[in-house]
Nanobody
Framework: QVQLVESGGGLVQAGGSLRLSCAAS????????MNWYRQAPGKLRELVAT???????NYADSVKGRFTISRDNAKNTVYLQMNSLKPEDIAVYYC?????????????WGQGTQVTVSS
């Protein structure tokens, strides 16, 4: 069964850093785009960062210059390095990926990891 598992969330003071990880497991033949989304209380889920299989990255304006997405294709893992964290970054962060498994291409989501920033 193909799945994504996030880790690395937690509580940090404003200005601090966290690194999120998301590992894909199961029978995976290929991974296309890998994304990080977040959802703050009472708000819609928003796209934070994207990493394509070709190595391109893209960021939401609110995190540009502070967050960095990277991936280790050998480990089927994507990371989100978050620096200079602000209280407005508080949210549940979700990993998302387009992956080719035994039953074809699918859009997969992780379970989410909570990020809390204290002011």
């Amino acid at each position: 069964q193909v799945q994504l598992v996030e880790s690395g969330g937690g509580l940090v003071q404003a200005g601090g850093s966290l690194r999120l990880s998301c590992a894909a497991s199961g029978s995976i033949f290929s991974i296309n785009t890998m994304n990080w989304y977040r959802q703050a209380p009472g708000k819609l889920r928003e796209l934070v960062a994207t990493s394509t299989s070709g190595g391109r990255t893209n960021y939401a304006d609110s995190v540009k210059g502070r967050f960095t997405i990277s991936r280790d294709n050998a480990k089927n893992t994507v990371y989100l390095q978050m620096n200079s964290l602000k209280p407005e970054d508080i949210a549940v962060y979700y990993c998302n990926a387009d992956m080719l498994g035994d039953y074809g291409w699918g859009d997969y989501w992780g379970q989410g990891t909570q990020v809390t920033v204290s002011s």
